[in-house]
């Protein structure tokens, strides 16, 4: 019987995986043993994250790419095309925020995490599906708790990561008739880089516990099993939709 959860072989395109999430997806992958294209801005961070990798017949490559220019978009893209032919998972992962005070934040702040969050996944988005429309494919964008919730001192990364949830419902919408299916992960609290802070600070790691069911903070292999399943075949009738993979804060 096909196994409809494999996803050996499939070429795997990763925004923002020199850390944080971005690299555990990448890990997940390889060890599931897809052609693993890790994407990011700086390529020595890259190399480093390639190293941090150890999976036996995982295939792994660096691509050099800013989700906020559509030049190195296009040329990441075509980068993967010349050596594997064909992209079939996007991972829409690459994201910024930077906390501040909603009376305070600059228009540099407001647009430099706008061009991140939501308009580099949507062009990045767009680029996928064109190298996806005769071969169908799965985009899976990546939301946040800030996606449901207002977060004090997010405005704006709240703000993006809502348009990501909308983002996802239209694209599906559009993209299903190429067989490219596209839906969001929604993670709640991991630590990353982004969130080491929170961690750190005692009081409010406890207040961020208290808040979680399952009295814990998510790690990436909590995110493994719900991103290869959107990447697999076992997810062709779904589209459209949010895994929030938060350990039940939203359930309350």
């Not at 839906?183 to 207040?207: E, H, I, S």
């Not at 991103?227 to 009738?237: G, K, N, Q, R, T």
């Amino acid at each position: 019987m096909k196994n409809r959860f494999d996803v050996a072989g499939k070429s795997v395109l990763i925004t923002g995986a020199g850390s944080g999430l971005g690299l555990g997806y990448a890990k997940a992958f390889a060890e599931a043993d897809s052609l693993v294209f890790l994407a990011g801005r700086h390529k020595v961070k890259l190399l480093q994250a390639l190293k941090q990798i150890h999976a036996e017949d995982g295939q792994m490559e660096a691509v050099v790419l800013d989700v906020t220019s559509q030049e190195s978009i296009d040329e990441g893209i075509k980068t993967i095309l010349r050596q594997c032919g064909r992209l079939d998972v996007l991972i829409n992962n690459a994201g910024y925020e930077q906390v501040g005070d909603f009376t305070q934040v600059t228009e540099e702040q407001y647009d430099h995490i706008m061009a991140v969050n939501l308009k580099g996944a949507y062009f990045m988005g767009q680029a996928a599906a064109k190298a996806m429309q005769k071969t169908g494919g799965k985009i899976i964008n990546i939301g946040s708790l800030g996606s449901f919730i207002g977060l004090k001192e997010s405005s704006v990364y709240c703000a993006s990561k809502g348009g990501i949830v909308q983002l996802t419902k239209t694209m599906a919408l559009e993209l299903g008739k190429y067989g490219i299916q596209v839906n969001c992960l929604a993670p709640g609290y991991f630590v990353t880089p982004m969130t080491q802070k929170f961690y750190d600070d005692a009081k409010q790691r406890a207040w961020i516990e208290s808040r979680i069911p399952l009295g814990r903070w998510g790690t990436s292999e909590d995110l493994a099993g719900a991103a290869l399943f959107l990447a697999s075949a076992a997810s062709d009738y779904i589209t459209g939709e949010t895994i929030k993979v938060d350990g039940g804060w939203l359930a309350s």
